[in-house]
């Protein structure tokens, strides 16, 4: 018996190392990913300010897992009637039961000439990307346009504007953040925007809200009911569509996270609704909380097939718990932890911990250490405990 997990982001990663200790030994367990490497995107955007950064975001696979087979491949197509996917180098796998963490591709919604001349914050070649266009323009001057307000558009705006205050340079370049709701982060409380916008216009971030944007040239981005903005550089945040293997679609999948017989999905590929009926909103921290649902009930389904049938095992349900929520703004930080709001460096050693707590759960230790150097002691001398 065969369970293939195609991805390895939050969900997929976790899902993995779970079902390393869960499973029988005779059954493989192949994890198909197209860089071989798990990426901590919570930090990408840390590689703006610090190219460094960017080491220890990317996290080989197989320092990660113990006896899962890792697959390099990109995945074309998945047939999970038929147990198979196809694979870019034009060879298939089968497999017995399927988890699908691909992730989401940047969703740029048709909108004319956005996809040619924006860059997303997607992978850390586009972080390095984002970074070589904005030190170009720190030598002259402009503006950098980032589209979308929601968290990759907040910490994004938030590294630039620090990268330029860095620099000397924020006088003569602009960052200038888009977002269509009339409130960033949208769809959050009152009390968290109000600090957030507190925080982004302390990083001399302009944000205008209300604004949507209706298509880019080469320098000039279109918005409705105002005049087209003139730019230098183009970031998209926009939004989110399914993987190419999934047609760009984000199929809905109930709490159990079973997209069908033979396969389960979670994380930011599909839309999920919890055990309340509640829509699941497509962050890290819910991936990570999926992941040890996944794995029970990939487990049990296991099991139930080893033993020939009988009655359908009772799967687990997945129910979202909104614990906290973090966002970075250059050196600031907005941190929502149960009914508070905090802002600043109680806010920072928050999102630091988190950022750590993650690294550590994952085996990756010294990676989480060289975290702690770089965003609480960035000036300081080695903490790196003695081996």
Same mark, same amino acid.
């Given at each position: 018996?065969?369970?293939?997990?195609?991805?390895?982001?939050?969900?997929?990663?976790?899902?993995?190392?779970?079902?390393?200790?869960?499973?029988?030994?005779?059954?493989?367990?192949?994890?198909?990913?197209?860089?071989?490497?798990?990426?901590?995107?919570?930090?990408?955007?840390?590689?703006?300010?610090?190219?460094?950064?960017?080491?220890?975001?990317?996290?080989?696979?197989?320092?990660?897992?113990?006896?899962?087979?890792?697959?390099?491949?990109?995945?074309?197509?998945?047939?999970?009637?038929?147990?198979?996917?196809?694979?870019?180098?034009?060879? %298939?796998? %089968?497999?017995?039961?399927?988890?699908?963490?691909?992730?989401?591709?940047?969703?740029?919604?048709?909108?004319?000439?956005?996809?040619?001349?924006?860059?997303?914050?997607?992978?850390?070649?586009?972080?390095?990307?984002?970074?070589?266009?904005?030190?170009?323009?720190?030598?002259?001057?402009?503006?950098?346009?980032?589209?979308?307000?929601?968290?990759?558009?907040?910490?994004?705006?938030?590294?630039?504007?620090?990268?330029?205050?860095?620099?000397?340079?924020?006088? %003569?370049?602009?960052?200038?953040?888009?977002?269509?709701?009339?409130?960033?982060?949208?769809?959050?409380?009152?009390?968290?925007?109000?600090?957030?916008?507190?925080?982004?216009?302390?990083?001399?971030?302009?944000?205008?809200?209300?604004?949507?944007?209706?298509?880019? %040239?080469?320098?000039?981005?279109?918005?409705?009911?105002?005049?087209?903005?003139?730019?230098?550089?183009?970031?998209?945040?926009?939004?989110?569509?399914?993987?190419?293997?999934?047609?760009?679609?984000?199929?809905?999948?109930?709490?159990?996270?079973?997209?069908?017989?033979?396969?389960?999905?979670?994380?930011?590929?599909?839309?999920?609704?919890?055990?309340?009926?509640?829509?699941?909103?497509?962050?890290?921290?819910?991936?990570?909380?999926?992941?040890?649902?996944?794995?029970?009930?990939?487990?049990?389904?296991?099991?139930?097939?080893?033993?020939?049938?009988?009655?359908?095992?009772?799967?687990?349900?997945?129910?979202?718990?909104?614990?906290?929520?973090?966002?970075?703004?250059?050196?600031?930080?907005?941190?929502?932890?149960?009914?508070?709001?905090?802002?600043?460096?109680?806010?920072?050693?928050?999102?630091?911990?988190?950022?750590?707590?993650?690294?550590?759960?994952?085996?990756?230790?010294?990676?989480?250490?060289?975290?702690?150097?770089?965003?609480?002691?960035?000036?300081?001398?080695?903490?790196?405990?003695?081996?």
């Amino acid at each position: 018996m065969r369970v293939a997990i195609f991805g390895a982001g939050y969900a997929g990663l976790g899902v993995a190392r779970r079902l390393e200790r869960s499973l029988p030994d005779d059954v493989e367990l192949v994890v198909v990913d197209e860089s071989g490497e798990h990426v901590v995107r919570h930090l990408l955007h840390r590689g703006i300010r610090f190219p460094d950064e960017l080491d220890h975001v990317r996290l080989p696979l197989g320092l990660l897992l113990d006896r899962a087979t890792i697959r390099e491949a990109r995945v074309e197509t998945l047939d999970h009637e038929r147990a198979i996917a196809t694979l870019a180098d034009g060879e %298939s796998l %089968s497999y017995d039961i399927g988890v699908v963490t691909l992730g989401a591709d940047p969703e740029f919604y048709d909108l004319e000439g956005v996809a040619e001349h924006a860059t997303p914050l997607h992978r850390p070649a586009d972080v390095a990307t984002i970074r070589a266009a904005f030190e170009d323009m720190l030598e002259d001057g402009g503006r950098v346009v980032v589209g979308g307000a929601g968290l990759t558009g907040i910490q994004t705006a938030g590294e630039l504007a620090a990268l330029a205050r860095e620099r000397d340079a924020s006088e %003569s370049v602009d960052v200038t953040l888009l977002e269509q709701a009339d409130a960033v982060p949208p769809g959050y409380d009152e009390r968290l925007q109000h600090a957030v916008a507190d925080a982004l216009e302390a990083a001399d971030v302009d944000v205008r809200t209300s604004t949507t944007i209706t298509g880019a %040239s080469q320098d000039t981005v279109t918005v409705t009911d105002g005049e087209p903005i003139p730019y230098d550089q183009l970031v998209w945040a926009g939004g989110i569509r399914g993987p190419a293997a999934q047609g760009g679609d984000r199929p809905t999948v109930p709490a159990t996270l079973r997209l069908d017989a033979n396969a389960f999905a979670l994380g930011d590929t599909v839309r999920i609704v919890d055990e309340n009926g509640t829509r699941v909103p497509p962050t890290a921290h819910a991936a990570i909380r999926q992941a040890g649902v996944t794995a029970t009930n990939v487990t049990r389904v296991v099991e139930h097939r080893r033993e020939n049938g009988g009655f359908e095992p009772r799967l687990d349900r997945y129910r979202h718990d909104e614990t906290g929520w973090l966002v970075s703004v250059g050196d600031d930080a907005v941190a929502r932890v149960g009914p508070k709001i905090l802002r600043g460096g109680a806010a920072m050693a928050a999102k630091t911990a988190v950022g750590v707590g993650y690294l550590t759960s994952v085996g990756a230790v010294e990676d989480a250490v060289a975290h702690v150097r770089d965003t609480v002691t960035p000036d300081a001398v080695d903490v790196t405990p003695p081996r």
